[in-house]
């Protein structure tokens, strides 16, 4: 794409390490991508294409010129655009990498492997797509390879992503002396071939129309014309416009013209949920079908100002970008003895915000520092300008904006709406931060009110069940250390960090033992922390098995030179799984305030005479430097620093109820801070999970994860023993559905596929399209269940042993189970040689 784009001016390839977005020295060696990367070009480009050289790339093309009058009436991919790549990771351990990349697109291309066809990382990933509403169209690549099948993939793209595919072009075969050769495509939008010169760069290509066509290759001219038929049925079916124009040319699918065919598959592209996906076909080795695909990516594929309007929140109530920007003041009148209703959206300022961007990536250059990925939603970041970070509440100036081509970057004055870029040198921003420039706005200052609190949609980070330990090889190297694993996870906040406090041991953890590794490379190679790494191990929770008494533990020390005193109460009990959720008559007692905390933990506060709606007797029980929602989130705090180190084996708790009374007669004192009452709360609920486990030892649990595993039929029978037997698996369904990741859609939800149904037009050597579809329906199996994380190590390498290297698997984190006694033996044991 970048080479015919006028980027580059030589063709990079993955084997050689000499590609442009994978840059990094980690994904040349592994011949992956691990890191996202953006780069802007422009399709078609606006000057000539360069020849093959070696000189430096061209500076990129001017700015994209105004549509003409005439748009609706020629090919969008008749006029240059701008077009922002993100090029994401396929691997199931940096989905955190595709993930806040689908939060920022506008469309997505799906690359599938022709021999491959839709493996299980690929379901996942069109998921979450579809998550985000983002409008997708499939390559089918590697065509040229032996074993290639076009038609087996188009129907697992309809059986499998659940989806119309919609068949805009067809591969076109050479058969000779036993062979196929794959030397063009079939366009049945245009209906016309394209056949690309063999040993070249791609940029050779000889166009035939039908008529040609009929003389020379008269199977494939029937073959387009077949796919011209398929397509405009299936654009009838879901586009009014499409009926009305079949029926305007005579009921002639051929008479159609390719530009109504083209904006027939924009609508029903742009529909949600989208039901029909266009599929296109090539062989990128080879050079053939990529700039067909990048003139559809332009046709079919959104613009910015054709995407739903952002979501946003502001104190924690949403609306729409556009709702807000477009403020018309409130003449509602008040009634009599009431006042005016508020509608936190009613901002009069909000005339006067510049500019609104969404911080999605932090990357560490070597060469240039700290550079924040935007994508701007609104009005123009200028250079120089001041911004507002209303995720930190922080003031900090652009000091300078860029344009990013991969680890290549030109610097820009602006970033206009839709935009996507780099802003260079801030200390503060991180992902999903919101970044706003107001008028009038200086680096001591902030915004209104109103829009101090204004979030754009946040990115969900998974979480990590992978950890390993990071000392420091001296003291003398522990500040750097710390600084080189804080650039870390500012870059990926999939990766947390935690300190064993009786050890001291810093654990590090990631979404898989990939992502830990290149981490841990990360670390020592690029930020040369000279630190000591643990083996990767798995992270898991304990939890209680019996109850406490209520007890009163007092804190009366000094803090920073400064005496302190509080009192709590406070005592724990493991929480039964039918008695997880809280009654509403408790949430409704203004003298209860209950938190649902991390890992399944509960927490109540009662604090007696001390009402949440009435704050009429606080000022007579509580010192003027306190107030109740400053204790009962110094409550908070405490409890939850207690839960997150248990005293069994230094996991975090789980599946705990905590009950802490605050007592504002007996258990605050003029020496009573926020602080006190933080530390007194944490002693309360740390000393009752002591007593607790005194009492009767906490139990482990462990991460179960939802496995999804595609095999053939043959290895159906040795993979479901495996998992039963060997692994401690239990199998909860053949051929179901995973709907347990919250960005997936229920199986009602689903669209249900006949292969039967799907235009595909027929392999080299294939057996027949009713000998496909019986093979779909019965080699390829889907098998549901839950395992225990610690049994999914490695198990890439058992399953590819019993399948003949065929079968592929996904999984995401289902939740925490108890562990068997002599299982926990075992995990104790091994961890003792661990720590």
């Not at 729409?320 to 003041?329: A, G, I, K, M, R």
Request: charged fraction near 20%; include cysteine; proline fraction near 7%.
């Amino acid at each position: 794409m970048l080479y015919y784009g006028g980027y580059t001016r030589r063709i990079g390839d993955v084997d050689e390490g000499s590609t442009v977005t994978d840059f990094l020295p980690a994904e040349r060696a592994r011949g992956i991508t691990i890191q996202s990367a953006a780069i802007t070009f422009h399709w078609p480009p606006s000057p000539p294409a360069p020849s093959n050289s070696t000189t430096p790339p061209p500076p990129p093309p001017p700015p994209t010129p105004p549509l003409p009058s005439n748009f609706d009436t020629v090919p969008r991919s008749s006029i240059s655009h701008n077009i922002n790549l993100i090029d994401t990771p396929g691997h199931a351990d940096f989905t955190f990498e595709v993930l806040r990349s689908l939060r920022v697109l506008d469309g997505a291309v799906c690359i599938l492997d022709g021999v491959a066809g839709v493996e299980a990382q690929t379901e996942k990933v069109w998921t979450q797509a579809g998550y985000y509403h983002i409008p997708r169209i499939v390559f089918v690549n590697k065509l040229d390879r032996v074993g290639a099948a076009f038609a087996r993939t188009v129907k697992e793209v309809g059986v499998r992503l659940h989806g119309w595919p919609a068949v805009c072009q067809i591969p076109w075969w050479k058969v000779e002396s036993g062979n196929a050769e794959f030397v063009g495509i079939g366009d049945s939008i245009h209906l016309r071939g394209m056949r690309w010169q063999a040993s070249t760069d791609g940029s050779q290509i000889q166009a035939f129309d039908l008529a040609q066509l009929e003389t020379t290759d008269e199977k494939f001219a029937s073959e387009i014309k077949k796919a011209r038929t398929a397509l405009v049925e299936l654009l009838s079916e879901h586009d009014d416009n499409m009926v009305s124009l079949f029926l305007d040319h005579n009921e002639d699918h051929l008479a159609i013209p390719p530009l109504q065919v083209l904006q027939s598959l924009r609508r029903v592209v742009l529909q949600t949920p989208q039901t029909v996906i266009p599929i296109f076909a090539g062989a990128s080795f080879r050079n053939i079908g990529v700039q067909p695909l990048l003139d559809n990516v332009v046709d079919l594929l959104p613009s910015p100002l054709e995407r739903p309007d952002p979501e946003i929140s502001i104190e924690n109530q949403t609306s729409t970008l556009n709702q807000l920007l477009s403020y018309v003041p409130t003449a509602v009148p008040a009634k009599k003895g009431q006042q005016k209703p508020r509608n936190v959206f009613d901002i009069p300022e909000v005339q006067n915000l510049s500019a609104c961007a969404l911080a999605f990536k932090v990357v560490n250059d070597p060469k240039r520092g700290i550079l924040v990925y935007v994508r701007v939603y609104s009005g123009t970041l200028t250079k120089g300008a001041v911004m507002y970070n209303t995720s930190l509440h922080s003031t900090e100036r652009l000091p300078r904006l860029l344009k990013m081509y991969a680890n290549d970057a030109i610097e820009t004055d602006m970033l206009t709406v839709g935009q996507i870029g780099v802003i260079s040198g801030l200390k503060h921003a991180r992902t999903g931060d919101t970044l706003l420039i107001y008028k009038g706005l200086h680096m001591k200052g902030a915004p209104p009110s109103g829009l101090k609190s204004l979030q754009l949609r946040p990115i969900n980070i998974p979480p990590p069940v992978f950890f390993t330990s990071i000392e420091p090889r001296s003291l003398s190297e522990q500040k750097h250390v710390q600084e080189s694993l804080n650039i870390l996870l500012r870059e990926d906040p999939s990766l947390q960090l935690s300190v064993d406090e009786e050890s001291g041991q810093t654990h590090l953890a990631g979404m898989g033992d990939l992502h830990l590794e290149i981490a841990r490379d990360r670390l020592l190679d690029d930020l040369k922390a000279k630190a000591r790494i643990g083996k990767i191990e798995i992270g898991y929770r304990e939890t209680l098995t019996t109850s406490t008494l209520p007890q009163t533990y007092l804190l009366d020390k000094m803090i920073a030179g400064k005496p302190a005193k509080a009192s709590m109460k406070g005592s724990v009990a493991p929480i039964e799984e039918s008695s997880i959720s809280t009654s509403s008559e408790e949430e409704d007692d203004p003298f209860t305030t209950t938190y649902h905390l991390h890992d399944s933990n509960t927490l109540h506060i009662a604090h007696p005479n001390l009402s949440r709606f009435d704050s009429t007797a606080h000022k007579q029980l509580l010192p003027q430097h306190l107030s109740l929602p400053s204790l009962l989130s110094a409550c908070h705090a405490g409890a939850s620093a207690a839960l997150s180190r248990g005293p069994f084996a230094g996991f975090p708790v789980s599946n705990t109820n905590v009950n802490l009374t605050l007592d504002a007669q007996n258990g605050i004192f003029t020496e009573t801070s926020a602080t006190a009452m933080s530390m007194a709360a944490r002693m309360a609920v740390a000393s009752s999970l002591r007593a607790a486990n005194d009492s009767n030892p906490n139990v482990l649990l462990e991460p179960v994860m939802m496995v999804t595993i595609f095999v053939n039929e043959s290895s159906l029978g040795a993979v479901v023993q495996d998992l039963s037997s060997s692994r401690g698996g239990q199998v909860i369904s053949l051929d179901g559905s995973d709907t347990s990741s919250p960005t997936s859609a229920s199986e009602d939800d689903l669209l249900t596929i006949n292969p039967a149904q799907i235009y595909t037009p027929p392999d080299p050597f294939s057996s027949g399209t009713s000998a496909l579809d019986a093979d779909l329906a019965n080699s390829q199996r889907q098998i549901l269940a839950r395992v225990p994380l610690k049994e999914m190590v490695g198990y890439l390498n058992q399953l590819r042993a019993l399948t003949g290297g065929r079968g592929t698997f996904v999984m995401s984190v289902d939740g925490f189970e108890k562990m068997g006694s002599q299982r926990q033996k075992d995990v104790l044991e091994a961890m003792r040689e661990f720590m």
